[in-house]
């Protein structure tokens, strides 16, 4: 599976805006998902869980200690998406 940066963000943009209504006009990769769009730890694992069924990945606590903004999140998912390639 090869799937580009680009690809996960329109993707993961799309779940922000469809599933928790975020003004996705004012994301950038150093936006804080929790401080600009008030999402809370229950929020996040609902987007993980959607992430890990769109790209059969399994991402795990430790993956999120790192992450601080938007654009942690993208990276992190590119990375565990081309370690299970």
């Known amino acids: ?13 799309m ?5 928790f209504d975020c003004d996705i006009g004012i ?4 936006t804080n998902l929790f401080e600009t769009y008030d999402l809370d730890s229950i929020d996040a694992v ?3 869980v959607d992430v890990q069924k769109k790209y059969n990945i399994s991402l795990s606590p430790e993956d999120f200690k ?13 990375k ?4 299970a390639n």
């Open 66 to 78: 790192e992450i601080r903004n938007y654009g942690d999140l993208l990276d992190t998912i590119a």
């Open 1 to 13: 599976m090869n799937i580009t940066k680009e690809e996960i963000d329109a993707h993961v943009r």
């Open 80 to 83: 565990t998406i081309a370690a």
């Open 27 to 30: 994301l950038t990769e150093g």
């Open 46 to 48: 609902d987007l993980i």
């Open 15 to 19: 779940l922000l805006e469809q599933n």
